[in-house]
């Protein structure tokens, strides 16, 4: 009895070494199956992704920045593409790309080469737009030609104008300040008005303070010119023309501009056309070296022409009866009309000329000229510009 219930314990504890054996194999099966069917799904997710980027990129030749994560294209944001990633292009090398983006910052990057006919992709890194001065840095350090802002399709050349800029952490504005309500310089150094405000907002744009320059009306192109560079664009004022554009850059307009005449309230009904202006009696006054001398000479041939140094006193000068008229532009008769009542502006729905007036700088700059265009394209879209014309009492014409 005692054998036989020794013999049933043994077979017992066979068993239970059996199962126990049996039940490991099967565990180790399972896991190893288990790691082999994740390690598959690794990769088959990888190869996933980058098949969704490949076909998304045959619709896209010019360019795009995606988020792989959720296939998506940011709106905004500025896009510098990570070293590692560099010189890798076609289907075949575009896991690679997938791979580091995943572990990074989740996005990447392609263009279509059309020399080589190659499509090449890059592991992106995304800046916020106010953050100008770290993506130019990251540039920097991932050996890139340029930061590429997504909201407006800009390309940054990270060792361009605007890269010397963002590093000084300042914009150097030049400006005349004695134009109101555009640019104007109180005696105690603070600059004021419209163009003030725009050259304001481009420092917005760039991350970077402002520091305003003082320049003149016979100096500006010299002083734009000159190097080293006194400031690295000028506002306030500047009228567009095909002649500054041949040894300048300027801007898109912000502002309509068009010439027009300052008078006596009194006299208001004496000057209905440039020939009642035109006549040896007629004392007109201007301020030297900008566009307003240049018109009185071309076209007022038979009035008398004097020349006053500083174009901020003129409009008292006129009302004082110093001279009878004052050639200057519509964005400034409306100021001094509404805040000396001595003076008005007959002509001023009826200009001589039309124009626009916009931001001046030097040929080279084509990467800070094509931030102010963005800048001045915004405040036109947002609203901004319309409600400065609003603040300044002037015409809007966007």
Request: include cysteine.
């Amino acid at each position: 009895m005692k054998y036989q219930t020794t013999k049933r314990m043994e077979k017992i504890r066979r068993n239970i070494w059996i199962i126990t054996v049996i039940l490991a194999l099967c565990s180790s099966s399972v896991l190893a199956a288990c790691g082999n069917s994740d390690a598959a799904t690794g990769q088959d997710s990888l190869t996933a992704i980058a098949d969704k980027v490949w076909t998304f990129s045959l619709s896209h030749p010019d360019g795009f920045t995606i988020d792989i994560r959720t296939m998506t294209e940011p709106k905004e944001g500025i896009a510098v593409s990570y070293a590692e990633t560099q010189h890798s292009h076609s289907r075949n090398q575009l896991e690679k790309v997938v791979s580091h983006a995943l572990s990074h910052d989740g996005y990447v990057g392609g263009w279509l080469n059309t020399e080589d006919g190659l499509y090449y992709f890059d592991s992106t890194k995304l800046f916020p737009e106010t953050s100008l001065g770290s993506a130019i840095q990251f540039g920097k350090e991932n050996n890139q030609q340029s930061a590429f802002v997504l909201s407006t399709c800009t390309d940054i050349p990270v060792n361009g104008k605007v890269a010397q800029i963002v590093e000084r952490d300042t914009l150097l504005v030049g400006t005349t300040g004695d134009y109101r309500p555009l640019s104007f310089c109180e005696a105690d150094g603070t600059y004021w008005g419209y163009g003030i405000e725009v050259a304001k907002a481009i420092a917005g744009k760039l991350g970077v303070g402002i520091k305003f320059v003082k320049t003149s009306w016979p100096t500006l192109t010299a002083d734009v010119l000159t190097e080293p560079q006194l400031f690295d664009l000028a506002i306030g004022g500047i009228t567009i023309t095909d002649a500054r554009k041949q040894s300048m850059l300027m801007s898109e307009g912000y502002l309509a501009n068009g010439k027009t005449i300052l008078c006596r309230a009194s006299e208001r009904e004496r000057y209905k056309s440039l020939a009642d202006i035109d006549k040896p009696e007629v004392h007109v006054m201007v301020n030297p070296g900008g566009l307003n001398e240049k018109f009185a000479n071309e076209n007022l041939t038979h009035a008398t022409i004097i020349v006053h140094q500083k174009n901020e006193e003129i409009p008292t000068l006129i009302a004082e009866g110093k001279a009878d008229v004052m050639i200057t532009e519509i964005t400034e008769a409306p100021y001094y009309v509404q805040t000396d009542t001595r003076l008005a502006a007959p002509l001023l729905n009826a200009p001589f000329t039309h124009g626009q007036i916009g931001v001046l700088m030097q040929k080279g700059q084509e990467d800070l000229l094509q931030m102010v265009n963005n800048t001045i394209q915004q405040m036109k879209s947002d609203g901004t510009l319309r409600r400065l014309h609003e603040k300044y009492g002037l015409v809007y014409a966007y």
